[in-house]
């Protein structure tokens, strides 16, 4: 599995089942903080162990050790916070929704970056994009059939997700030297760790967990994280960012689909138009879809 397609496509459909197995880990009797505190230690370890297949036990340690400020900023922008976002969001909305949400990434990776990247030029096109975006974000707050402050909130929780990992990007991009990604996905997994220890120690279930959660818990772990996370940067290294981006055009497709098909969620209209005018947005937004100049006859 080489091809570009191919990795993305496995990208798009393990990272859209997280969104389920977060579901299925809150509502069998997991908390948000103990949900995201398991994830991301089991994701360290096998990541960890990983590291040591490919580059050895010494490098892996002394890189992981260079790598500590960079495990603590990523470890609380690309994992803790988000991660605990989406959790407790998807306690008051449908992974298909959460999915859509975070669909958000690009917009608000353009608008974070506008001030820290000034290379990077934003025309009408793009700005218009961005209110596209925002405004299907709008709609999709409102979509459920059966809304409450609480999916409003849970809705708004994902979206604020989008902008920890917007901000995770655009850090790795002004900061981040001579590290190697599944160095910084380690680094990052532990570093979420060590910040979700706390809460989820305060937060202990008050229930044995069922089975489904458990079974979620390791799904998303070893699929959505780990095995996520290699795929992600064998994409970056061989294709580049940009192309990697993409993903979010197919993500919330297979969450969507998931939620019907095996949670029996039920999308409202509002909710695909929302998503319609996300992904307009992040089109146009990033410069996906620009319009045909007109040749000037000679």
């Not at 260079?66 to 998807?90: D, I, K, M, T, Y």
Request: charged share 10%; with cysteine; hydrophobic share 55%.
């Amino acid at each position: 599995m080489r091809s570009y397609p191919a990795l993305l496509l496995a990208l798009a459909s393990v990272w859209g089942a997280s969104y389920l197995f977060i579901k299925v880990g809150v509502d069998g009797g997991l908390d948000p903080a103990p949900l995201m505190a398991l994830r991301t230690l089991i994701a360290a370890v096998l990541l960890l162990g990983y590291l040591v297949v490919t580059i050895g036990s010494r490098k892996a340690l002394s890189e992981l050790r260079a790598s500590w400020r960079e495990a603590l900023v990523l470890g609380a922008l690309n994992a803790a916070v988000p991660f605990w976002l989406v959790a407790w969001g998807e306690t008051h909305i449908d992974s298909g929704v959460a999915a859509i949400a975070q669909a958000t990434v690009p917009l608000f990776s353009l608008l974070i970056g506008l001030p820290v990247l000034p290379h990077e030029r934003i025309g009408p096109l793009r700005v218009g994009g961005v209110g596209l975006g925002l405004v299907g974000v709008g709609l999709l707050t409102g979509a459920s059939p059966d809304r409450t402050w609480w999916t409003a909130a849970g809705t708004l929780a994902v979206v604020l997700s989008s902008t920890c990992y917007a901000s995770a990007g655009i850090y790795g991009q002004l900061r981040i030297k001579g590290r190697t990604g599944p160095v910084l996905a380690t680094a990052s997994m532990f570093g979420g760790f060590a910040i979700l220890l706390v809460p989820a120690l305060l937060d202990l279930p008050d229930r044995v967990p069922t089975a489904g959660a458990v079974a979620s818990l390791a799904a998303l772990a070893v699929l959505g994280t780990a095995l996520a996370q290699i795929i992600l940067f064998a994409i970056i290294a061989r294709y580049g960012a940009r192309r990697l981006s993409l993903v979010t055009y197919l993500m919330p497709g297979f969450a969507v689909l998931y939620g019907w098909l095996l949670l029996d969620e039920r999308v409202a209209a509002a909710a695909l138009g929302g998503l319609a005018l996300i992904l307009g947005g992040v089109a146009l937004g990033s410069g996906a879809i620009r319009p045909k100049r007109r040749k000037v006859p000679a």
